[in-house]
């Protein structure tokens, strides 16, 4: 099992007023899997993964990464956990400006100390997987939307996490650019065997699961588990 959530809860106070954004949420995901969290706006899918990749503290409840309980580790120990076992994808891409494609890739493997030859073969090896090697100069400014989505992707992976963590990865996309990004995000799922969480409400990302799950006020529901086909893109 590579993650884990048990009664994981979450109240945000704002002045007087509590506002529980997660409510007891048991879930668990496998390594290699596929899985997409479906709900409206304010159901608390960002407060789910941010509270997952250990970047927000719970209220109660636990957080496991490999069997490892989160809330027993010390803050440097989180943060090594988060650079080597998690990779994010997030809606507005969240690229580095005044570095090229390129060098947004490689910038968590810096972050590692990994040499540079190791560095170049895994940040091309990836810019080609997600078909954008040709432009690994290019600045995010002088990228499209899709083309900004694959370097994320790229980025999330560069590191060889087992769980890449996506929050509303199509949203400012095309719903054309949206499936291509959702095939893109399949395939490596299957090549790389690394387990996606995706979160959005955007009913297209749907059809790219293996594990459909709802979440509704705070609240899991477990909807289906199905074989699905899908495009290489
Ligand atoms: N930092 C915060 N402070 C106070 N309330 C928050 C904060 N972040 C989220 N919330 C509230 O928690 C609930 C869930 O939000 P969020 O996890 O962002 O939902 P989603 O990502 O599904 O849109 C909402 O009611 C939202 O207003
Ligand atoms: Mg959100």
């Given at each position: 099992m590579i993650l884990e959530t048990q009664r994981l809860s979450k109240v945000y106070s704002v002045g007087q007023e509590k506002i529980p954004a997660l409510r007891g949420v048991d879930f668990h995901?496998?390594?290699?899997?596929?899985?997409?969290?479906?709900?409206?706006?304010?159901?608390?899918?960002s407060t789910f993964l941010n509270l997952i990749a250990c970047v927000d503290r719970h209220s109660e409840g636990e957080v496991l990464i490999e069997g490892q309980a989160t809330s027993k580790l010390s803050e440097n120990q989180l943060a090594e956990l988060r650079k080597r076992k998690i990779g994010l994808v997030f809606q507005s891409f969240n690229l580095i400006p005044v570095l090229s494609?390129?060098?947004?890739?490689?910038?968590?493997?810096?972050?590692?100390?990994?040499?540079?030859?190791?560095?170049?073969?895994?940040?091309?090896?990836?810019?080609?997987?997600?078909?954008?090697?040709?432009?690994a100069k290019r600045r995010?400014?002088?990228?499209?939307?899709?083309?900004?989505?694959?370097?994320?992707?790229?980025?999330?992976?560069?590191?060889?996490?087992?769980?890449?963590?996506?929050?509303?990865?199509?949203?400012?996309?095309?719903?054309?650019?949206?499936?291509?990004?959702?095939?893109?995000?399949?395939?490596?799922?299957?090549?790389?065997?690394?387990?996606?969480?995706v979160v959005t409400h955007d009913p297209v990302v749907t059809q790219y699961a293996e594990?459909?799950?709802?979440?509704?006020d705070g609240q899991l529901t477990e909807e289906n588990s199905h074989v699905v086909a899908y495009s290489a893109a």
């Open positions: 995901a496998s390594a290699g899997d596929f899985i997409v969290i479906n709900g409206p706006s304010g159901s608390g899918k494609a390129y060098e947004n890739v490689e910038y968590p493997l810096l972050l590692l100390g990994v040499n540079s030859s190791e560095r170049q073969r895994r940040v091309m090896g990836l810019l080609e997987e997600v078909g954008i090697k040709d432009l995010p400014d002088e990228l499209s939307g899709g083309q900004r989505q694959r370097v994320a992707i790229a980025r999330s992976l560069v590191t060889e996490p087992k769980l890449v963590l996506a929050d509303e990865p199509t949203a400012n996309l095309d719903s054309e650019t949206g499936k291509q990004v959702m095939s893109i995000m399949r395939r490596l799922n299957e090549d790389h065997k690394v387990a996606f969480l594990r459909t799950v709802k979440i509704r």
